[in-house]
């Protein structure tokens, strides 16, 4: 609608009508209204607008509203789950929360060694390289120190290869200094590699767009009010792209993946090599299929994208017809907390198997520890019971336990059932454990329409 149109239909209403009107379409809109008012009359008298009385406030008003056109176009929807939106921002293939940092193109470092992406962003710091070298021979060690705080070095804390191309490696970082993952954004540093050092600048991520139309989801499972889930058109791509966004009320709760695991079943083995350090390896996240359903009930199916950078994946490609309504399927997502939640304390009898029952609290879902059972004088087996309290939708996935007295720990998560191994030096009787990393699947059942 032009300025004009809108005055006129404003001047047609009633005083009381319009200010209730514009009431209703800021409702639950955080927005400067004194730039907002300043533009309006810079623009009035830009124009040379002699306008009193009414007229001129409808004048302003309607540039107001012009103004605020984009944001009002989902009025209804901005008051919670898009609002939620807010602080998200786009690497890559992903999002993050709050400030990133990220590198624009792929940057060859020598003859031997190419970055393909680096993204850093609170709590988290990844990289891709492409090198013929062998990676734990030639390449490791590898760190990096921000220039803002030389202080602080960053180690890798994980790394794997990918398996359809073998020179490729992803790499995680945690923080060396603190042994954590406290890691915060910064735009230049200096990586260390191969014997050698180089100075690199990355690009300043920005947020989240949301002057073009979000979809917030329309179902919301019994409790999952604190999660809201988003879907945006990517219109730049061939075919019809779409990224996918989730916010969590809990801001310590994270995103793991979009979908449900093809797998209830999962287990996991650590090992603590004393000087050669920590290792572990667990099965990895499979999911379903995801699909987008037109109107007379045709299913599409998101795809990604060759090349996808950065975890986890939100953005989705389909062949679904484009400027088409959808209705998007979620079923569940996997979430986890990158931290320790909870501690545990039990003996081990000297032979046999003792009742324990103790409750594990891990926030948003608890677990009992059943029984323990003595296997060998170095080995006990140990019982849970996943998913007792209240939430039906939110299943435990998995979680680790830690102790310095583990020497090695296999484990074993199957619906509401866990089991554990535990190896470790012979006339141990009392263990204390931390809990970190639970996982959860949280079956919402998300549904979002596309128009």
Request: with cysteine.
């Amino acid at each position: 609608m032009k300025e004009d149109q809108l005055i006129q239909l404003l001047n047609s209403l009633d005083d009381d009508l319009v200010e209730k009107e514009i009431d209703r379409l800021l409702e639950g809109v955080e927005i400067d209204m004194d730039a907002i008012n300043k533009k309006a009359h810079q623009k009035l008298n830009n124009n040379d607008k002699k306008i009193k009385g009414k007229k001129r406030l409808l004048y302003v008003a309607a540039v107001c509203l012009f103004l605020l056109s984009i944001t009002t176009i989902y009025a209804n929807d901005i008051s919670q789950a898009i609002k939620s939106f807010l602080n998200k921002t786009p690497i890559y293939s992903t999002i993050v929360d709050g400030e990133a940092y990220y590198l624009k193109e792929s940057y060859p470092l020598n003859d031997n060694i190419t970055i393909e992406s680096i993204m850093v962003s609170e709590g988290n710091l990844e990289m891709e390289i492409v090198t013929e070298l062998n990676f734990d021979d030639e390449v490791a060690p590898i760190n990096i120190i921000a220039k803002d705080n030389s202080s602080t070095v960053y180690s890798v804390g994980g790394y794997g290869s990918f398996s359809e191309d073998n020179n490729k490696h992803f790499l995680s970082f945690m923080n060396e200094t603190e042994k954590n993952y406290n890691i915060t954004p910064f735009k230049e540093f200096t990586l260390n590699i191969a014997g050698n050092s180089y100075e690199i600048s990355l690009e300043k991520a920005k947020s989240l767009d949301l002057n073009s139309k979000i979809y917030a989801s329309n179902v919301t499972a019994k409790g999952l009010e604190g999660v809201n889930i988003g879907a945006k058109i990517l219109e730049e791509r061939e075919k019809l792209g779409i990224q996918l966004v989730a916010s969590f009320e809990d801001e310590k709760l994270k995103l793991l993946k979009f979908g449900k695991p093809k797998e209830i079943k999962t287990s996991s083995t650590f090992e603590n090599r004393g000087e050669d350090g920590l290792f572990s390896s667990g099965t990895s996240l499979v999911t379903d299929d995801l699909y987008v359903f037109d109107e007379i009930g045709n299913e599409y199916k998101l795809e990604i994208p060759e090349n996808s950078k950065g975890h986890p994946v939100s953005i989705f490609e389909t062949n679904a017809p484009k400027n088409k309504a959808l209705t998007l399927k979620l079923p569940a997502i996997t979430t986890f907390y990158e931290e320790t939640v909870a501690s545990l304390s039990f003996g081990i009898p000297n032979e046999g198997e003792v009742t324990l029952n103790q409750e594990i609290d891990l926030r948003i879902q608890k677990a009992i520890v059943k029984n323990v059972r003595r296997i060998s004088p170095t080995s006990a087996e140990v019982k849970f019971q996943l998913n007792t309290g209240t939430n039906e939708n939110i299943n435990i996935r998995s979680f680790d336990l830690y102790s310095p007295d583990v020497k090695k720990m296999t484990s074993e998560f199957n619906g509401d059932d866990a089991t554990m191994i535990l190896e470790f030096t012979e006339g141990l009787t009392d263990i204390n454990f931390e809990i970190s990393y639970p996982q959860f699947v949280m079956n919402g059942n998300w549904s979002i329409d596309i128009k």
